[in-house]
Each structure stands twice: as structure tokens, then as C-alpha cells.
């Protein structure tokens, strides 16, 4: 019996040394206001980015703040335009690298300056037999001899016929393909095929994301690459636009 009293002494003491209910509540509210704190820091992040346009900051931002306070007024709101940010931060993304594939040259030459846009095809063709490579498409502005755009092959040649004159088929995001006439210049300095107007090709090239060409060669018949297009900043080509 002693024994008994003397236990429930001891639980009624730990009892009286452990946090009362109202102790508990105020460390809950506590740590509800920190994590809403927090919550509202990232939300704000995440309306900087948006405000910015930088869609992909602002979707790091959204994404942090969905995952690890879920349940707090600030995700509430950010959830209302997270879907619409995702979308801009992989378009933007997309544009990114789009932008990315395009090269871009200036050299002086003479007393004027030539400028260059140059693209590689998407996938590698065999256009000789020995294996498939790349083809590169060209934009030239050239102080002397003026504007002008060129397929380049890194092997073969394209057909004897256009050596004097042919055609090139292109296609843009899937429309109708249509014929463009082209040449091939009597040189061996590079394995080149001019488009003889530079001008449409390259209107169309600016309001495409891909074009899709086709050409003739010397040893295996027709061949069709394409360009991912779409990431040409006009402004490296003065006056073309």
C-alpha cells in the first residue's frame, strides 16, 4: 500500500514538471507562425521572380514552397498561378535552348566587317556514304559580296547539277514544303550550296521554331535535315529583319 502512494506521488510530480495544455497551444501557435513566416518569405521570392519574368526561378521558388508548407495561406495563393509559371519556365527553358544552338561571328574584312549566324542540323546525315554528319546552315553578311545563305557539308558534295542551277525543298513546322532555287559554287574552299534568295529564307527561318531541307548530292541521291531554328536573335544580323 505505501508503495502504491509512493508511485502515484512520483507520476503526480512528473506530471506537475511536464509543459501545461496552455504551454503546449503557445508552442503550436509558435511554430504555426514560423512555418507561415517562412511560407510568406518564399511566396515573396516567388512574386520577385514572377514580377522579373524569370519563370524558372519563380517555378524553383512555388515548387520549395508547395512541397514544404503545404498547408499554409502562402501556398494557398501561390497554387492559384503555380500551373500558368510552369508552363512559362519550360517555354522559357525551351527558348533558352533553342537560343543555344545558334553561333554567331564577326570579322573584320577589309575596311568593313562580315557577320555570320550559323546553325547545325538536329540529327547527323550520311551524305556521301562514310557516315552521318552534320550539316550547317549560314547566314552571311559580307562587306563586299552582300548577303547570302549556304548549306555546308563536313564531307561528299552536293549533285553535279548544282553546279549550275537546282533546287532545294523546305518545309517549316510541318506546312507545305516549297522549292527554292540554289547553286553550287565552282570552288573547293568549302563544300557549300547557296540559297539564291537569302531573303525568303531567311523571313522564314525568323517566324519558324524548325525547318526541314532537302538537297540533292553527289553520291547518295536526296538528303533532308533539319534546324531547330527558332532560338535566332535578329539583332546579330543587322538590317536582315
Known amino acids: 500500500m505505501k508503495r502504491n502512494l509512493t508511485l502515484a506521488a512520483l507520476v503526480l510530480v512528473l506530471a506537475a514538471c511536464g509543459p501545461s495544455e496552455a504551454e503546449l497551444r503557445a508552442a503550436a501557435e509558435a511554430a504555426a507562425a514560423q512555418k507561415e513566416q517562412a511560407a510568406a518569405e518564399l511566396a ?5 521572380a514572377l514580377a522579373a519574368r524569370k519563370w524558372e526561378m519563380a517555378r524553383i521558388h512555388g515548387a520549395a514552397l508547395l512541397a514544404q508548407y503545404p498547408d499554409t495561406q502562402a501556398a494557398a495563393q501561390v497554387q492559384a498561378t503555380f ?23 564577326r570579322v573584320a574584312v577589309g575596311k568593313g ?19 552521318p554528319r552534320t550539316v550547317q546552315l549560314v547566314f552571311r553578311d559580307h562587306p563586299q559580296w552582300g548577303r547570302s545563305a549556304y548549306l555546308v557539308l563536313q564531307a561528299g558534295d552536293f549533285a553535279k547539277a548544282c553546279y549550275g542551277s537546282c533546287s532545294v525543298t523546305v518545309a ?3 506546312a507545305a514544303p516549297k522549292k527554292m532555287s540554289a547553286n553550287r559554287p565552282k570552288t573547293d574552299e568549302a563544300i557549300a550550296m547557296f540559297i539564291d534568295n537569302d531573303k525568303a529564307l531567311w523571313k522564314l527561318v525568323r517566324k519558324s521554331k524548325a525547318i526541314e531541307v532537302e538537297f540533292q548530292t553527289r553520291d547518295v541521291g536526296p538528303c533532308k535535315v533539319v534546324f531547330e531554328v527558332g532560338g535566332l536573335d535578329g539583332k546579330q544580323m543587322p538590317g536582315w529583319d
Do not use: C, F, H
Request: negative net charge.
Open 172 to 174: 517549316a513546322d510541318g
Open 83 to 105: 500551373d500558368e509559371t510552369k508552363a512559362k519556365a519550360e517555354a522559357q527553358r525551351e527558348q533558352e535552348r533553342l537560343s543555344s544552338l545558334w553561333n554567331y561571328a
Open 44 to 48: 515573396r521570392q516567388y512574386d520577385d
Open 113 to 131: 566587317e562580315q557577320r555570320s549566324a550559323m546553325i547545325y542540323s538536329k540529327q547527323p546525315v550520311d551524305v556521301d556514304g562514310s557516315g
